[in-house]
């Protein structure tokens, strides 16, 4: 049986004498005997390191890891240099509770401030929280930063991720409020039917950049109506397009979110990811959780501090912004060091790598008889085709090879694949992929 | 400390991609970011000493003593880290097909049967990411169970005055108004004020057990028995299970639903303020509301269902803090069935042994035998000498140790929230013993010493009402 006990049990003892009991088990004898659990826990005896480490690589054996990844969905496989992995893996970053104590914690508080600053720089955003959970959390925190008594109807295009739309849905049926799915219309976010449904009550429009289907949106269009009918724009932008794209401000969107994950963090199965939210000035102080500001110590000394605490929930209990506590703060600063490894020039490459492969792979497959693009839209590294075979059959046989196929639609889109490249697929395995579909054809 | 941004020097990168293997593609004017991207210039040294120098100013598990009540800041086991870093669980696409995830899905699984053992509950939910994320999902599933009976008329949610800041600020999210009781002079749940505040309008009470005081709330079975007659559900908060793991159980003591902190009671570490990982585990009758998607097994093979017709949807995207909950899953497998209760053991073990020790000083706020942590309060150190509980925390991080939680919770005065977690050893709980002493008798005899505390740090006490009043949040570049 492992054990992380640093007293021996004549220790134990000792201390058990000094509080003038004869066992452990005295220290429960004013819990009643009725609720204590009788026979102890029905679980396995305890297991040295060597047994646990067995027992879990053999369940991560019985996962694929994929050599090729062409999915992408919400989860994005780039690469995360080594320094990125040192730096998040330095014990005491991990270890380290949130920095209530500054005068000890400038570390780790300089590092969300540095995170927010860059959070800001890619948005073109006046404030940056200190994360939030992932994406899906971070378009329902937006939300109600723009709902009041006068204006409490949500109105979200349906070009969003659909776990996303899910959340936002639980926590507006949570929070009572109205939610009107924007319909989607060729890819997009139907803009007529945006303009003809916002009203006094409508409080906030959001819409995702590039939307679920990969598709760069007119968004600055959509962000005028909602501004005309005096509801707030909120855009969930990838941060890796945010880099060459138009950023949410220059759309004019009042807040952005997005999914962190593309910025140096593994896939991992879907989390822990990394939300990130960032608004106009005026909204500061409807953020939600953490945020580091810059102050001075008493001689005078630059140093940061967790500040605005007026909104959270430690102070504000039922009338806080928002009830979150813990965030994603490893994943920040996680995120912070892949920018800083990357620097401008870096994400661009980056950017515009995901940018010129997924047009190459999108020439290449949609000149093969029946894998036609399903939309005649602009898009950056995602993209939609159709698919003339058997999906499931043709992902089976990519499987074969090692490759994760693109995700296979759902809903309206259902036979079709969304497909993802970034700078991690290289020429040839595009070629093979291309390859591997001609030959499903002929078959 | 330098800024990263003042490391920054023009033209400076590190050189990680190789050149673009097809034809570039340019994106029309009108998409592109005209806004210039001030990142940092820097070489991977010049990163590499940044967080190095960063990291040398932050205070780890390992750094030193970290009483600090309520969080459970116990040793994060190494072995945890290793395995979530596997490359089959690491580099896992969350939507590969079922049979090509199936260690992802068993792990849940695994970790779900476990949890429910230890806690008491029928199923369990892994999608919330953190702790008051899982009280929120817990009270939309409480939202959710009294509208599927057509009782619209459920909108008040109990929390005691000692509940942590989370817990009112979750009900008001899930739509509840909360209605705060006070506690009794033993500081446990007055069974007459809770008698008095239940009614048809109680969808449920939030309870953390042991309470926030340190205290077991030894009257719980009758505590439940009140709010179920109500008509009202549950909901346990487990921040403070550490102490009574594998010796009492909430789903034996009428608990519906559970939250658990897997960042505090199952070893997994905190990150500086996350990630953690806030499952939520309920009994079977309210096992249809739980979020989707759910892990299924049949003849098995495990898959992902999003079928259930009364599910309160999701609370996020995919499947939670998956690699958070392998953690815990490693450390509840390395401690097993006697591991776990002894942890507990010690935990309560180290508290007593503290509080004790300083009892004759510092004055307990409750005093009587508590669990994982204890609750101190320096009024009458105040009244004394004018040294409050935040100079007596800064007077600690001069002596090396991270400080206890101070004025939490809101009904002590002054309050120090000491708790010393399993993992901590005599040795080291008598070394604090004595700088607690020592820093009591300097509180006497040289009080001005304490107000002007900490000297020792990298920064001394800071202003934070500037911060507050006009807040730089982000660099200036100009």
């Given amino acids: ?21 004869a066992s452990l088990d005295d ?47 919400g989860a994005y496989r780039h690469y995360i240099p080594a320094i990125v992995k040192a730096v998040a893996s330095k014990e005491r970053f991990v270890t380290a509770y949130t920095p209530y104590q500054p005068e000890i914690s400038q570390g780790v508080l300089q590092s969300i401030f540095e995170f927010q600053t860059m959070i800001c720089e890619l948005t073109g955003m006046d404030t940056a929280n200190a994360s939030v959970y992932d994406g899906a959390t971070a378009c329902a925190e937006a939300i109600t930063m723009c709902v009041d008594r006068k204006r409490d109807e949500v109105f979200v295009s349906a070009t969003l991720h659909p776990d996303y739309l899910r959340t936002v849905k639980t926590y ?44 760069i949106e007119d968004a600055e269009a959509c962000f005028k109506v909602a501004r005309e009918a005096g509801a707030k724009s909120v855009m969930c932008i990838n941060p890796i397009f945010a880099a060459i794209g138009k950023t949410p401000r220059e759309c004019g969107a009042d807040i952005a979110v997005g999914e962190g994950q593309p910025l140096g963090i593994s896939l991992s199965f879907g989390g822990p990811y990394l939300g990130f939210m960032a608004c106009v000035q005026e909204l500061t102080r409807r953020l939600p959780g953490r945020i580091v500001g810059q102050t001075k110590d008493i001689e005078g000394k630059r140093a940061f501090v967790l500040t605005l605490q007026a909104r959270e929930q430690h102070i504000r209990r039922e009338k806080a912004s928002s009830n979150i506590c813990s965030n994603q703060a490893l994943c920040a600063l996680t995120a912070a060091c892949y920018m800083s490894t990357m620097g401008p020039t870096g994400l661009k490459e980056v950017a515009n790598q995901c940018l010129a492969k997924a047009h190459y792979a999108a020439k290449h497959i949609s000149s093969l008889p029946g894998y036609e693009l399903v939309f005649d839209a602009e898009f950056f590294h995602e993209f939609v085709t159709r698919c003339p075979v058997d999906v499931n059959k043709l992902m089976a046989k990519l499987e074969e090879e090692g490759i994760l196929g693109g995700y296979p639609l759902e809903g309206p889109y259902e036979g079709c694949i969304l497909w993802c490249f970034t700078e991690m697929n290289t020429k040839e395995e595009i070629d093979r992929l291309v390859a591997i579909l001609k030959e499903g054809i002929q078959e | 400390m330098k800024l990263i941004f003042e490391r920054s020097t023009p033209g400076l990168s590190c050189e990680i991609l190789p050149p673009c293997d097809v034809e570039a593609y340019e994106l029309k004017a009108e998409q592109q970011r005209g806004q210039e991207l001030r990142l940092p210039e820097v070489t991977e040294g010049e990163i590499s000493r940044h967080y190095t120098e960063l990291e040398s100013q932050t205070f780890g598990v390992n750094s030193g003593y970290y009483p600090l009540g309520s969080c459970t800041m116990k040793y994060n086991p190494k072995i945890n880290e290793e395995i979530a870093g596997l490359p089959g669980f690491a580099d896992i696409h969350p939507l590969q097909p079922a049979h090509t995830v199936q260690g992802c899905l068993e792990a849940l699984r695994l970790a779900e049967k476990l949890l429910c053992e230890i806690t008491g509950m029928d199923y369990m939910t892994f999608q919330p990411a953190a702790g008051a994320h899982g009280e929120f999902t817990g009270l939309v599933l409480i939202k959710k169970y009294h509208e599927s009976r057509g009782d619209k008329k459920r909108t008040k949610i109990i929390v005691p005055d000692t509940a942590h800041g989370t817990n009112p600020a979750s009900a008001t999210m899930a739509g509840f108004t909360t209605v705060s009781i006070s506690s009794g ?75 658990l902190n897997l960042h505090k009671t199952f070893s997994t570490p905190h990150g500086g303020g996350g990630p953690g990982s806030g499952p939520v585990g309920c009994k079977a009758f309210l096992a249809k509301f739980l979020p989707v998607p ?60 503290m509080m004790k020790k300083l009892e004759d000083l510092y004055q307990v706020a409750y005093p009587g035998r508590c669990m994982h942590e204890f609750v101190l309060t320096a009024e009458p150190l105040k009244k004394k000498t004018g040294v409050s509980a935040l100079d007596i925390a800064k007077g600690l991080l001069d002596n090396g140790m991270h400080p206890p939680t101070v004025y939490f919770p809101l009904i002590v005065h002054e309050a120090l929230m000491v708790e010393p977690t399993d993992t901590e050893s005599k040795q080291s709980i008598d070394e604090a013993v004595k700088v607690y002493r020592e820093l009591y008798e300097k509180a006497c005899t040289d009080p001005e010493a304490l107000h002007q505390a900490p000297v020792k740090t990298a920064v001394r006490r800071l202003d934070e009402v500037t911060a507050a009043r006009n807040p730089i949040l982000r660099y200036n570049f100009d």
Wanted: include cysteine; glycine fraction near 10%.
């Fill in chain 1, 1 to 21: 049986m492992g054990s992380y006990i640093p007293n021996s049990k004549a220790e134990q003892q000792k201390m058990l004498d000094f509080l003038g009991l």
């Fill in chain 1, 172 to 215: 507006c049926y949570a929070a009572g409020r109205k939610l009107v799915v924007v319909p989607e219309k060729d890819g997009v976010t139907d803009l007529a039917f945006l303009k003809e449904n916002l009203n006094e009550k409508s409080a906030v429009f959001l819409m995702q950049q590039p939307n679920f289907y990969g598709i």
């Fill in chain 2, 294 to 353: 759910r892990v299924e097994e049949k003849d098995g093979e495990f898959y992902f269902s999003g079928d259930y017709e009364n599910t309160i949807g999701s609370m996020k995207a995919f499947y939670g803090n998956f690699l958070v909950v392998l953690k815990a899953l490693a450390y509840i497998l390395t401690l097993g069935r006697e591991g776990i209760p002894e942890a507990a053991k010690s935990a309560v073990l180290n508290a007593n042994y």
């Fill in chain 2, 185 to 259: 002079q033993d500081g446990l749940v007055d069974l007459e004020a809770l008698k008095a505040a239940v009614g048809e309008d109680t969808a449920g009470l939030m309870l953390t057990n042991p309470n926030t005081l340190g205290l077991f709330e030894k009257n719980i079975v009758e505590i439940a028995e009140i709010v179920h007659q109500a008509g009202g559900l549950l909901y346990y908060d487990g921040a403070n299970l550490n102490p009574v793991m594998g010796i009492v159980r909430p789903g034996d003591t009428g608990f519906d639903i559970v939250h």
């Fill in chain 1, 27 to 73: 220290l429960y004898n004013e819990i009643p005997d009725k609720v204590k659990l009788k026979g102890g826990l029905n679980i396995p005896a305890g297991k040295s390191e060597l047994e646990v480490r067995r027992q879990m690589e053999a369940l991560a054996g019985k996962n694929k890891v994929f050599r090729t990844i062409f999915r992408g969905a």
